[in-house]
Structures are given as structure tokens and as C-alpha cells.
T-cell receptor, first 114, second 118 residues
Framework: TQLLEQSPQFLSIQEGENLTVYCNSS?????LQWYRQEPGEGPVLLVT?????EVKKLKRLTFQFGDARKDSSLHITAAQTGDTGLYLC??????????????FGKGTKLSVIP | NAGVTQTPKFQVLKTGQSMTLQCAQD?????MSWYRQDPGMGLRLIHY???????DQGEVPNGYNVSRSTTEDFPLRLLSAAPSQTSVYFC?????????????????FGPGTRLLVL
């Protein structure tokens, strides 16, 4: 069973601060995704990283996939109240039908205070 | 496109009752799945389907049945509801475009069904 550990579990910061959320595993994933979920809604895909060492930027969000494809980080620069939500990482299996199955971390609940 | 739709949005059941959670997608995705989300537990896969007529169990399948007669629909049935099945249920559909030679799954989630079993 592939497990993904996210840290921290909860994060409360002031608007304008920077933050980093981590997603770690002992397993190798063919790709890793980050979702954001707002209260009362389903998760929405933010980004997919595929190549070890890959860095992707989405406005103030920077995503990195570890060189060994076992871990990932999400860095938010100058957080805004609109960034508040639950951030989930999810890893895809490394072969065959398993590539359709995602393993989700338990999430990081981010609160950005005005 | 409506994307992934789920009905009902809320449901209250008594222990022992049965019900079906509906899920439909209009994106012609082959792969669909059901998750439950509980506080502190994250999203856990219940059942999934890689195409019409094909279903398989996920991490927590006990107490649930699924069927996939069409590409569009993937209903989840609770056979005899138990309080432990109180949760938020999400349906998702996905496709896997190739990137760097690997299929990269791209999942789209529905808005969820909030279920309370008394």
C-alpha cells in the first residue's frame, strides 16, 4: 500500500506571509497532483507533476516534485485570504491500471487571516 | 458541459435502510471512482471502474455495491446503512493523457453527497 504523509496538518497564517506544505512517501509515484478543496465542494486539481525534479508555477503557487519522485512540496508566496482551503496531494501508481488509482494524503488545512 | 454531477446533495438514513447515490459525467471519461471523506482520514477509495461493465474494489469496499452499465453513470449503493457510513461521498471521473510517456491521470470531482446515518 502506498502512503502519502502531508505536513503540517493545520496551518494558520497572516495575509502576506509565505508558507510551504509538504507531501512525503516511501513509494515512488509516476505522477503527483495537488488539489484544493473549499468547504462544501469537491477537490479541484491545481497541478500535476510528472518528472523528478520538476518545478511548476501557478501564479503565487510553486510546486516541486522530488528527484526520486517520492515527495513534493507546495509553496505559496504572499498568501491571500482566497488561498484558504484544504490542500491535498495525491500520487498515481507507477504501472498499468494502477496509474488510474490515486493515493491521497490526509490534507493540510490552511487558514489565511486578514 | 456539466462535468460530474451527484445526487442527492444531502441524505439522512436510519440504520438498516438502503439507498443509491447517483453519479453522472458528460465528459466521456472511461475511468470513474467513488471516495468517502472523513475528518482526519482524507479521501479513501471505495470502488472504481475502468469502463462500462468493469468495476473493482478500492480500499474500503465493504457495505457498498457499484455497477457501470453506461460510460456516463456510476451509481453507488448502500445495502444496509450503518452509522459508520456517515460521511461525505465524492464521485470522480478521469482520463489519462500521456505526458513524458506516462499516463497522467486527471480527475474531476463532483460536489459530493453528505450522508448521515442515524
Amino acid at each position: 500500500t502506498q502512503l502519502l504523509e502531508q505536513s503540517p496538518q493545520f496551518l494558520s497564517i497572516q495575509e502576506g506571509e509565505n508558507l510551504t506544505v509538504y507531501c512525503n512517501s516511501s513509494s515512488v509515484f509516476s505522477s503527483l497532483q495537488w488539489y484544493r478543496q473549499e468547504p462544501g465542494e469537491g477537490p479541484v486539481l491545481l497541478v500535476t507533476v510528472v518528472t523528478g525534479g520538476e518545478v511548476k508555477k501557478l501564479k503565487r503557487l510553486t510546486f516541486q516534485f522530488g528527484d526520486a519522485r517520492k515527495d513534493s512540496s507546495l509553496h505559496i508566496t504572499a498568501a491571500q485570504t482566497g488561498d484558504t482551503g484544504l490542500y491535498l496531494c495525491a500520487g498515481a501508481g507507477d504501472s498499468g491500471a494502477g496509474s488510474y488509482q490515486l493515493t491521497f494524503g490526509k490534507g493540510t488545512k490552511l487558514s489565511v487571516i486578514p | 458541459n456539466a462535468g460530474v454531477t451527484q445526487t442527492p446533495k444531502f441524505q439522512v438514513l436510519k440504520t438498516g435502510q438502503s439507498m443509491t447515490l447517483q453519479c453522472a459525467q458528460d465528459m466521456n471519461h472511461e475511468y470513474m471512482s467513488w471516495y468517502r471523506q472523513d475528518p482526519g482520514m482524507g479521501l479513501r477509495l471505495i470502488h472504481y471502474s475502468v469502463g462500462a461493465g468493469i468495476t473493482d474494489q478500492g480500499e474500503v469496499p465493504n457495505g457498498y455495491n457499484v455497477s457501470r452499465s453506461t460510460t456516463e453513470d456510476f451509481p453507488l449503493r448502500l445495502l444496509s446503512a450503518a452509522p459508520s457510513q456517515t460521511s461525505v461521498y465524492f464521485c470522480a471521473s478521469s482520463y489519462a493523457p500521456l505526458a513524458g510517456g506516462y499516463p497522467v491521470e486527471t480527475q474531476y470531482f463532483g460536489p459530493g453527497t453528505r450522508l448521515l446515518v442515524l
